[in-house]
């Protein structure tokens, strides 16, 4: 027994080829676990249109407040202009008024960014036969909104598309016990390549019959 362990030392080519077998196999027990769950992220605020949405009025609106106030002061606080000659009443007001308003939607703007409203995950677990359903909201007591019931209530995935001024591409999970629960982002509409993609893929995961395509 102790010469056919010194041998196992001795030997590399036999030590790589165990050292190859172990791999293989904790590889093949990782593809066995990334089988069995399915998980999806969701996208939510923090996409880069309304990133350029919020420094566009930000600017504008920090731009306005300081023409308002220039207006006020007498005193130029702009670089690309001078507004200090401009009557406060009505002209400074208007521009007070709109400078204002776009800081205080820029204000909103940034905190949809920082809180992510809308982002999440879908997880489908076949090892513990649950389906989660996880959003983020607004601050509050209700701040993350999460789903759970059993992977056998799932009885199909359906795709809604809807075309013209309000476009609409959606992923709904249709449950035997529960409301269509939607599975893409909320607002800004995913590709139409996309919504098939992750559409058929979650119905060969689930097993369960893709409707609307």
Known sequence: MNSENKSLEQNPL????????????????????????????????????????AVIVTIGGVGFLLAGLSSYLQI?????????????IPQGVALTFYGVAGSLLATYLWLLLFW?????YNEFDKSSNKVVISRQGYPGKNRLVEVEFPIQEV????????????????????SKKRRDLPLTRVGEPIAL???????AELARFLE??????
Do not use: C
């Open 208 to 213: 369960v019959p893709l409707e609307g395509l």
């Open 14 to 53: 036999i030590q790589q080829k165990i050292l190859i077998q172990f791999k293989t196999m904790v590889m093949t027990i990782n593809q066995t676990k990334q089988q069995k769950i399915l998980r999806q992220d969701i996208l939510g605020s923090r996409r880069l249109s309304n990133l350029l949405w």
């Open 193 to 199: 390549s996309e919504l098939e993609n992750q559409g």
């Open 116 to 120: 992510n409203v809308g982002g999440g």
């Open 155 to 174: 009885q199909s995935i359906r795709a809604e598309i809807r075309e013209g001024l309000s476009p609409k591409h959606t992923l709904y999970l249709r």
């Open 76 to 88: 130029n606080l702009l670089i690309v202009s001078d507004t200090s000659q401009l009557q406060f």
